[in-house]
């Protein structure tokens, strides 16, 4: 009996336990709050704070943990940025075309190993400095103009890979704008967070993680789509586009 026992927690535990392993679990109705720029804000009543990875060093993320937060760090996954301190990693042959209206930054090929490498080192920079998990951005450059022949397989198999990756770390990973994949990725995955998902009339695309009842989290620029009447099943906040701390408005926590 003791042996059917053992096999039963051990069954439990692996199918229904965390599976980034660090003990956090995200709770549907954990709030939100983004910052990537300017002097980070530690007075915004919410759960999970996503900040810069390479901006930040490990005492400010110490203090939000302190604080009872969820730290989610930012690393640029997808694309090549100029001014990070590992930039010279990055080899001339895995860099693509420019992104339109980002200056410094360059698509990455992300079939590359040598990519694949950065970002593990990446991770592990994420974890030895305390953060709760990561951000990864551009995961969705199949879609783009990268100047690389880039599928739907390529990257599904990239995200799937960056995830793995995270759990090994024991870190939460989120799903960053990648709707298309959505139902394909959502196990893989511990939130969503969608830019202008209302703007672009694509709230329908959250429904495998709402399934699933995993957070989800869209971030609109512009007041005009700022509605809290009409949210359902998912968290709405406005921010500025800078994401800089300027200000916020929740439809959880209100303004600041």
């Given at each position: 009996m003791k042996f059917f026992i053992l096999i039963f927690l051990l069954v439990f535990v692996g199918c229904g336990g965390n599976s980034n392993g660090n003990n956090i679990m995200l709770n549907r109705n954990d709030t939100f709050y983004w910052q990537l720029q300017g002097d980070l804000r530690d007075d915004i009543p919410a759960k999970i704070y996503d900040i810069d990875l390479f901006d930040n060093n490990a005492s400010v993320i110490n203090k939000l943990k302190e604080k009872g937060k969820i730290v989610i760090c930012y690393m640029n996954a997808g694309a090549f940025e100029e001014w990070r301190s590992d930039a010279s990693f990055f080899l001339d042959d895995v860099l693509g075309n420019p992104l339109d209206g980002w200056e410094g930054e360059r698509w990455l090929d992300i079939?590359?190993?040598?990519?694949?490498?950065?970002?593990?080192?990446?991770?592990?920079?994420?974890?030895?400095?305390?953060?709760?998990?990561?951000?990864?951005?551009?995961?969705?450059?199949?879609?783009?103009?990268?100047?690389?022949?880039?599928?739907?397989?390529?990257?599904?198999?990239?995200?799937?890979?960056?995830?793995?990756?995270?759990?090994?770390?024991?870190?939460?990973?989120?799903?960053?704008?990648?709707?298309?994949?959505?139902?394909?990725?959502?196990?893989?995955?511990?939130?969503?967070?969608?830019?202008?998902?209302?703007?672009?009339?694509?709230?329908?695309?959250?429904?495998?993680?709402?399934?699933?009842?995993?957070?989800?989290?869209?971030?609109?620029?512009?007041?005009?789509?700022?509605?809290?009447?009409?949210?359902?099943?998912?968290?709405?906040?406005?921010?500025?586009?800078?994401?800089?701390?300027?200000?916020?408005?929740?439809?959880?926590y209100g303004e600041f």
């Open positions: 079939r590359s190993e040598e990519v694949r490498e950065i970002m593990k080192k990446r991770m592990d920079l994420v974890k030895s400095k305390g953060c709760d998990g990561i951000e990864p951005d551009n995961i969705d450059g199949y879609l783009n103009n990268t100047g690389f022949d880039l599928t739907y397989e390529d990257q599904l198999e990239y995200n799937k890979f960056l995830s793995n990756e995270a759990k090994k770390r024991g870190l939460l990973i989120a799903l960053k704008n990648d709707l298309d994949q959505a139902s394909d990725l959502v196990n893989y995955f511990d939130f969503l967070l969608v830019e202008e998902g209302i703007e672009y009339n694509e709230t329908y695309k959250f429904k495998p993680f709402i399934d699933k009842n995993k957070p989800v989290f869209d971030v609109e620029y512009n007041e005009k789509f700022y509605n809290c009447n009409d949210i359902k099943d998912f968290h709405l906040l406005l921010l500025p586009k800078e994401l800089d701390g300027s200000f916020v408005k929740s439809c959880d």
